[in-house]
């Protein structure tokens, strides 16, 4: 096999390891022969083959593997026995670590952190200073972002946007075109579909159902006030 890219002699410390300086040895998607990308641990963290590339002050370490197409840049880190693979890109000061997963066209960026067993797949975005950890889930067009929190076994999917302050865990699921905002914590074995929820804690589906009865009522009130 030809190799794509070498190891230079350029090193730099990071977590108590040595990195090294990559070196493109041929052209590639939009790499050029001779470029200079980003800082790895050995030529296991970055494929030899695909266009998968580590871009800037970029560092991945430890068992970590980045390919694909993947692209890691900015100051991004992706340690630990993380993965970052097909159309991925991990970018800004974002970090990937323990075994997370994060695949397809998923965009992690900012201050965002995806950690533990959690994947982050689809077209999914996390970014701002999001955390995604346990064995979370964010795919299809879902977004996460500010300071939101994603955790535990919570699945985030669909187009639903989880941002602000708020929290989803448990077993949460939070689907379809659902927004959860603000201080809002949705925990425990909730299922939240097309519900906005800016300001509240739901733990149990309960909660959930009487909830929007109340706003079908406030609104039908509403509407015969306008009458």
Excluded: P
């Excluded at 889930?137 to 500010?146: E, H, I, T, W």
């Excluded at 299922?191 to 406030?218: G, H, M, P, V």
């Amino acid at each position: 096999m030809n190799k794509k890219y070498k190891l230079t002699s350029e090193t730099k410390q990071h977590l108590g390891k040595t990195l090294f300086r990559i070196k493109a040895l041929i052209d590639f998607s939009i790499v050029a022969k001779g470029e200079l990308g980003g800082w790895i641990e050995k030529e296991d963290n970055l494929s030899q083959e695909d266009n998968a590339w580590v871009y800037g002050d970029a560092r991945v370490s430890g068992n970590a593997r980045v390919s694909g197409n993947a692209r890691v840049s900015g100051d991004a880190r992706v340690s630990g026995d993380a993965r970052v693979s097909g159309d991925a890109r991990v970018s800004g000061d974002a970090w990937v670590s323990g075994d997370a997963r994060v695949s397809g066209d998923a965009r992690v960026s900012g201050n965002a952190r995806v950690s533990g067993d959690a994947w982050v797949s689809g077209n999914a975005q996390v970014y701002g200073n999001a955390w995604v950890s346990g064995n979370a889930q964010v795919s299809g067009n879902a977004q996460v972002s500010g300071d939101a929190w994603v955790s535990g076994n919570a699945q985030v999917s669909g187009n639903a946007q989880v941002y602000g302050n708020a929290r989803v865990s448990g077993d949460a699921w939070v689907s379809g075109n659902a927004w959860v905002s603000g201080n809002a914590q949705v925990y425990g074995k909730i299922k939240l579909q097309t519900i906005l929820c800016s300001r509240f804690s739901f733990e149990f589906q309960w909660q959930i159902d009487l909830w929007f009865k109340k706003e079908k009522e406030f609104e039908d009130e509403l509407k015969a006030k306008g009458k």
